[in-house]
């Protein structure tokens, strides 16, 4: 920032504010340097910036697309408003909580069914393994509807294709 006398008005800085050490004018909230009001950290506005190109011409530089997150919200919510039409409602925690039991249970499952196929010397996963996982890991009556589910599921899918 230029040295002003005390006489001269700098626009942007009020008119009693007061002279540094160096001869320079600071605002009353601290020094207004070369970033200006808002600071070194301040957000700038999109308008003066140009677009970025690659280095190599006439080679059109690639969009960086945002990683998806997989997530069992949907169904989630679905079989929660299947179960409890419009009365019941699930907070963004409770909602994480259930996404993170549900990745632990296809982990679980997936990981069994991978063991049924090796100890068969197979390649190949077929819903008949992901039955048998099913059946070894859930308990009484969740087992018993897991495994009508899935099967309507697998024929529903099998007469469409």
């Known amino acids: 920032m230029s040295k002003v006398g005390k006489d001269e008005k700098v626009p942007g800085i009020p008119e009693d504010a007061e002279l540094d050490e160096d001869g320079s004018k600071a605002d009353k909230l601290g020094k207004s340097g070369k970033h200006g009001k808002e600071g070194k950290h301040a ?4 308008r003066g910036k140009t677009d970025k190109s690659s280095k190599a011409p006439g080679v059109p530089m690639k969009k960086k697309t945002k990683k998806r997150r997989q997530s ?3 169904p989630i919510f679905k079989v929660l408003k299947q179960i409890h039409q419009k009365e019941v409602r699930i907070s963004k925690q409770g909602m994480g909580i259930m996404n993170s039991f549900m990745q632990d249970i296809f982990d679980r499952l997936a990981t069994e069914a991978t063991a049924l196929l090796r100890s068969d010397k197979k390649k190949t996963l077929t819903s ?3 039955e048998t996982a099913v059946k070894l890991m859930l308990p009484g009556q969740l087992k018993k509807h897991a495994v009508s589910e899935g099967t309507k599921a697998v024929s529903k899918f099998s007469r469409l294709g």
């Open 43 to 46: 957000k700038h506005s999109k």
């Open 72 to 74: 069992f919200a949907i």
């Open 128 to 130: 008949r393994e992901v």
